[in-house]
């Protein structure tokens, strides 16, 4: 079990790192290498993983979803040079200053953002909960706390309920499809099926389900991805990340969880742990979850 947790941090961890390098075009990829954020042999990682681990502490602290300590400890980490998005360094910046987060999470897009930031961060908690409706509640109340917005949440929603699935290597799409509500999942879901049944190209993926910094396109692309290359080397399955392009960090962070929760830590390659950015701390930091998991209490931040 605790491989499992562990492998789903890391496996995170590695995969936004490993995307990171490739995420947006050469203007941005020159200014990441130029300002020193990205350095040859180290795997430096973003926003995805500094909000997960963020998640994970405060997770194991309290025993449950706590949202104001939550939103406070994601606060004080944001800074941009993590690579966060536009709408949530500016709502985190918010929560910083002592705006309450409920007023933070629509003051930029006024329905909340719909952005995958929700569902990038939220994997290891579908490790810690077992019960299926506290684990969907939990992860809308995470949500909440930057992405209002109905598809943002529903991205958090799905990528718990997969981790989970995950861990006990029981992932399909008709699972999935359960704890969604929102057409654009519902439908690129039942997509995902289909596309499981040949090889597309990269190209088919990123035309069909996307690969674009919305909710629904990077978590769906992602669940495609780890479902087709599961059973195969994690490089196999990062190298078609970077093959779908796009938002490549946040789909490489939730593919590379999905497929660290089934098959743990050490199933992942062992080189690039060792060049990953405080590997160690984030091991600790999900042995610590994984010791207090069972202990989940439902929130009472989880009903609002
Ligand atoms: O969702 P979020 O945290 O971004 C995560 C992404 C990942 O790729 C990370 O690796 C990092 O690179 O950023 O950040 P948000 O700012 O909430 O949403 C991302 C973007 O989606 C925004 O900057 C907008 O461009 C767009 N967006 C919206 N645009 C119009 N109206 C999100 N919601 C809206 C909206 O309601
Ligand atoms: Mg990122
Ligand atoms: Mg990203």
Redesign the pocket.
């Given at each position: 079990m605790q491989e499992r947790f562990t492998g789903c941090l890391l496996g995170l961890a590695l995969g936004d790192a490993i995307g990171a390098k490739r995420?947006g075009g050469w203007a941005a990829r020159t200014l990441w290498l130029f300002l020193g954020l990205t350095r040859p042999g180290v795997l430096r990682w973003?926003?995805?993983t500094q909000m997960a681990l963020g998640l994970v502490r405060s997770l194991a602290e309290h025993g449950e979803v706590e949202p104001d300590a939550l939103a406070r400890r994601w606060a004080e980490q944001a800074t941009w040079s993590r690579?966060?998005?536009?709408?949530?360094l500016a709502?985190l910046k918010q929560i910083r200053r002592g705006v309450p987060w409920q007023e933070a999470s629509v003051s930029?897009?006024e329905?909340?953002?719909?952005?995958?930031?929700?569902a990038?961060r939220v994997a290891p908690l579908g490790l810690f909960i077992s019960d299926p409706e506290m684990r969907a509640e939990a992860a809308r109340a995470t949500a909440r706390i930057?992405?209002a917005?109905p598809l943002?949440v529903e991205g958090a929603v799905l990528m718990a309920e997969a981790a989970h699935l995950a861990g006990s290597r029981g992932v399909s799409t008709s699972r999935l499809r359960g704890v969604c509500r929102e057409r654009p999942f519902l439908d690129r879901l039942a997509r995902v099926d289909e596309l499981l049944e040949s090889e597309p190209t990269p190209r088919q993926i990123r035309r069909e389900l996307g690969n674009g910094?919305?909710a629904q396109e990077s978590a769906t692309s992602a669940v495609y991805a780890y479902l087709r290359f599961r059973e195969q080397p994690f490089p196999v399955l990062m190298d078609f990340v970077l093959e779908l392009g796009g938002?490549t960090?946040?789909i490489g962070a939730m593919a590379g969880a999905l497929y660290g929760a089934e098959h743990g830590e050490g199933a992942l390659p062992a080189d690039q742990l060792v060049s990953l950015e405080a590997a160690d701390e984030l091991r600790q930091a999900a042995l610590a979850l994984a010791e207090v998991s069972g202990t989940f209490r439902a929130s009472p931040g989880g009903e609002g």
């Open positions: 995420e973003t926003d995805d690579g966060y998005g536009r709408g949530a709502t930029v897009f329905d909340g953002s719909y952005g995958n930031g929700a990038m930057t992405h917005h943002g910094i919305r938002d960090d946040t």
